[in-house]
């Protein structure tokens, strides 16, 4: 069965710290995505990537930069959290092509004080 | 701007009810349009999907009805179940690389 694992579950961090979300597939799928989500919005593409050592800007890159440094490992980077990012953050992976399948992760809750 | 559109945002229904989802879009390139289903604490997971060559796709209780013209489509849970209460996300994709979601719609079903 398709696994997207995510780490940690869940965060604290300090307004101006540095925070490292990472999501490992065991899918061997291209296409890695990190999307937030947060009521009133549903789920927003924050970064993706096509393969490794791609990156790409989704619709909301502002803040976030994404490192994919092998097919199974994609990680979020916030170099300098604000509380605007606490939100719940979702790693998905999927067969290149797009009209297939994507399979998520069970998400982190990052919380900025 | 939000290219995929649904209502209501929540939605309550008794057991055994057909319950009624709605998403449109905007982008007329769209042609595959997957719902994905989330329950509490849980990332979403591909419920349904349906392309644009299609007017309906059923799989068991779940169905979706496609209006291309209108640029609209719906998902009809029949028989619904308390097990089905869970926030249902219409979302789109043109042959691209990323998929467009709506803001989901919260189901609840009372027994």
């Known amino acids: 069965e398709a696994a997207v694992t995510q780490s940690p579950r869940n965060k604290v961090a300090v307004t101006g710290g540095k925070v490292t979300l990472s999501c490992n597939q065991t899918n061997n799928h291209n296409n890695m995505y990190w999307y937030r989500q947060d009521t009133g919005h549903g789920l927003r593409l924050i970064h993706y990537s096509y393969g490794a050592g791609s990156t790409e800007k989704g619709d909301i890159p502002d803040g976030y930069k994404a490192s994919r440094p092998s097919q199974e490992n994609f990680s979020l980077i916030l170099e300098l959290a604000t509380p605007s990012q606490t939100s719940v953050y979702f790693c998905?992976?999927?067969?290149?092509?797009?009209?297939?399948?994507?399979?998520f992760g069970k998400g982190t809750r990052l919380t900025v004080v | 701007q939000q290219q995929v559109r649904q209502s209501p945002q929540s939605l309550t229904v008794w057991e055994g009810e057909t319950a009624i989802l709605n998403c449109s879009y905007e982008?007329?390139?769209?042609?595959?349009f997957p719902w994905y289903q989330q329950f509490p604490g849980e990332g979403p997971a591909l419920l349904i999907s349906?392309?644009?060559?299609?007017d309906k796709k059923e799989d068991g209780r779940f169905t979706i009805f496609f209006n291309k013209r209108e640029k609209k489509l719906s998902l009809h849970i029949t028989d619904s179940q308390p097990g089905d209460s869970a926030t249902y996300f219409c979302a789109a994709n043109n042959m691209g690389y990323k998929l467009t979601f709506g803001t989901g719609t919260s189901l609840l079903v009372d027994p």
């Open positions: 349906i392309r644009s060559v299609s």
């Open positions: 998905a992976s999927g067969d290149a092509g797009g009209n297939t399948e994507v399979f």
């Open positions: 982008d007329s390139t769209f042609n595959y």
